[in-house]
């Protein structure tokens, strides 16, 4: 036989019939996933399907993006217009070139006294900060050291990044110490990344604990706060306002998509490191900036959440009501924040009570693995400062009904 020969390559699937079988494994599992139609909303509720329904998937924590005063208030706005391009529908080049508006520095400027912090800096998503940040500040001769709860987006900055990375057992401090000790001087900087609320469990990072940790042993803090801002501190800087540990953070990273009721994302630091990214971190550089329009919505989103303690403030107790009564009912409620879900073991189950939640009358979509551990696929419900007591009540009352 000839060495051509030899390497022949073998016949394969076509593509197509790969992808076909995989899609029917995928509705075997329970796992097949469709783009839901959403329509209008109405203070708490969406229209999905051609259905009203009261709306526990959505991140808009605040109700800021339902709400039409804040809205009226920046159209207003819009329509006197602006000289300085502050309402322009693109920016149409990255912010290198031409797409630097002074909106942006405008926005950058408040978050940064906001958090009494150095220097902000704006990206066009979460994804983007969390693929493009680690990348930038670390090298080969680094380690992240990352919880293993943390996002997706997180998983793929360790993956795009020259460091060495390893994932401590989640919100397991000791064994994060562990890892610390045992890489003393062999690396030039070792970053810890985490979360401070993981949106799957609910639960919350010891941000006193890291810094300790990040303190003791010469390491660098990154604490997403996707979760945290608007929900957690007096003004809605996250769980780390809330905790004290502000100034002890290397950059923290917030977003606007969820509670802000915008879109894109920021990070606070140093002048030091923002001027380092300005200069390396490619998902700032090789992308189209935010358009104007949409920074200046962010800007009037998040000065006007600083006020908005006591929606924070009611947001967190009907969180603390709803996981209290669905315990009594039996339900595991793991976390503590105004993320509750609730964990049903096999995707099976959790997709048929959320299919009977949509009949009863709420959106309450089904989380399953990948996303979460096997057999720990759950509902997950994502809770509004404009939600009533009697809603949260019936919710709890119409998930017992399912029980009996």
């Known amino acids: 036989m000839s060495g051509m020969e030899m390497q022949r390559p073998r016949p394969t699937m076509p593509v197509e019939e790969h992808i076909a079988r995989e899609l029917e494994r995928l509705r075997a599992q329970q796992r097949y996933r469709t783009l839901p139609e959403t329509g209008a909303r109405r203070g708490p509720y969406i229209t999905v399907g051609g259905r009203e329904l009261l709306n526990l998937s959505s991140n808009d924590y605040l109700g800021l ?38 909106v942006g520095a405008e926005l950058e400027s408040t978050i940064a006294e906001a958090y009494d912090s150095g220097a902000a800096l704006v990206f066009n998503s979460g994804y983007h900060a969390n693929t493009g940040i680690l990348p ?37 401090y000791d064994h994060l110490e562990e890892l ?19 949106s799957m469990d609910g639960d919350l990072a010891d941000l006193r604990r890291l810094v300790d940790l990040k303190k003791r042993y010469g390491a660098m803090l990154i604490v997403d706060e996707a979760h945290g801002v608007g929900i957690y501190g007096q003004r809605g800087l996250g769980l780390c ?14 977003t606007f998509g969820k509670a802000f009721a915008s879109t894109g994302a920021y990070a606070v630091m140093s002048g030091l490191f923002r001027e380092y990214l300005v200069n390396t971190m490619r998902t700032l550089i090789f992308t189209t900036a935010l358009p104007p329009m949409m920074l ?17 403030e009611c947001l ?30 096999e995707d099976r189950t959790a997709v048929t009570m959320a299919a009977a939640l949509r009949e009863a009358g709420y959106h309450a979509l089904p989380v399953r693995p990948p996303t979460v551990p096997e057999n720990s696929a759950r509902l997950r419900f994502s809770l509004r400062a404009d939600l009533a007591v009697e809603q949260i009540d019936a919710l709890a009352s119409t998930m017992q009904s399912f029980r009996s």
């Open 180 to 198: 610390l000790v045992s890489t003393v001087g062999k690396y030039r900087q070792v970053f810890i990344v985490t979360e401070s609320v993981f």
């Open 136 to 172: 930038a500040l670390s090298t080969r001769h680094d380690l992240i050291l990352s919880d293993r709860l943390n996002h997706a987006s997180i998983i793929d900055g360790l993956r795009i990044a020259e460091a060495e990375y390893r994932r401590y057992r989640h919100a397991d």
């Open 241 to 254: 306002e809330a905790l004290g540990v502000l100034e002890d953070i290397d950059i923290l990273i917030g």
């Open 65 to 102: 993006g339902s709400d039409a005063e804040p809205l009226a208030s920046w159209m207003a706005q819009v329509e006197r217009g602006g000289a300085d391009g502050r309402f322009a529908m693109t920016s149409s080049s990255s912010r290198l070139l031409t797409g630097n508006f002074p």
């Open 296 to 312: 200046s919505w962010s800007l009037a989103t998040f000065t006007r959440q600083l006020g908005m303690r006591p929606e924070r």
């Open 316 to 345: 967190l107790g009907l969180a603390v009501r709803l996981r209290e009564t669905l315990g009594d009912a039996g339900f595991e409620t793991p976390g503590e924040s105004h993320i509750v879900p609730v964990v049903l073991g």
